[in-house]
């Protein structure tokens, strides 16, 4: 069946797209991304200048959590430039039209509206604004995301300095206590879309050996299977609360967690983690495995699933 389906406008082949962070350095890493089944993508988060991350061990996972403290480590706009360009020459030359989204970091307000002004020169298919990393909170603070006043500040200047000419996602935070509040703020500010979620804590995983935090930053920011209830409830609450579509991100390792998703909510389902459980090539089998399901339960459009939930 086609799976295709429409997020803020924007075509998407089928709704599992990668999340920012994970594959999504180079212009030939996406392209290999949409190869292996994705609906399309999402670049890691480019900031301004050059950007270090944390120092190794970065990441730890098991079957049911996984800690990440990459820390946003990127070259900077400059290089962005030759990666998307990259890209978008390919996606211009073929068929298999996957759209990419271009996400941009910044630990300053007025530093947004100048990363937003040069990423839209690049013409993506949209901007996901990543205001909600728990990991980097000893550098910039806690996350824009956590504030609903900032939040609608950094929507706001992103949406004014790329003269409403793309669709602006903003990428949320679980770690709130007024998610649905934010959300509102955001969509009132121009948000065209969000994304539910950035990974959750920040965690601490101690080796009990040595009695050491295993991460060299200590903490990191927590995603993988066991958070799926809580991404849904979070999904479930922005989706009564909010018009403007929802990328629902976070635990999905099957076709049948990225349906539930979207009966929460989500028009999209971010893809991440995944990739450290399945392989490389896991959005094909997610989106094979959605496919399945929908024929055997007589879905004929992605959009009949879409809140399904919510009209039962
Ligand atoms: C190794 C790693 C790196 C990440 N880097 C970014 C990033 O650069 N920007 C961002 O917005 N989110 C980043 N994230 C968060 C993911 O995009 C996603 O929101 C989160 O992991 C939940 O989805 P998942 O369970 O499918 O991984 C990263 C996550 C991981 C595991």
Partial sequence: MDLSIVYANVHFPNPIVLASGILG??????KNVIENGAGGVTTKSIWLEEHLGHPNPTMMGNEHFFVNAVGLPDAGIEKAKDEIGTYMNWYNSQDKKAP????????????????????AELKPHAIEVNISCPNVEDELGKPFACDRDQAAEVTK?????????YPIVVKLSPNVNNLTEIAKAVEAAGADGITAFNTFGPG?????ETAQPVLANKVGGVSGPGLKPLVVKGIFDLYEAVKIPIIGTG??????????LMMAGATLVGVGTAVYYRGNDVFGKIAQEMEEWCDENDVKDMSEIVGRSHRV
């Fill in 25 to 30: 350095v180079t212009g030939n890493s996406l």
């Fill in 100 to 119: 990419l989204i271009a996400s941009i970091v910044a630990g300053k307000i007025s530093d947004f509206a100048e990363i937003a002004e040069k990423i």
């Fill in 157 to 165: 200047i992103v949406k004014k300095r790329t003269n409403g000419e």
């Fill in 251 to 260: 635990s999905v390792l099957t076709g049948r967690d990225a349906i539930e």
């Fill in 204 to 208: 601490m995983v101690i080796d009990i």
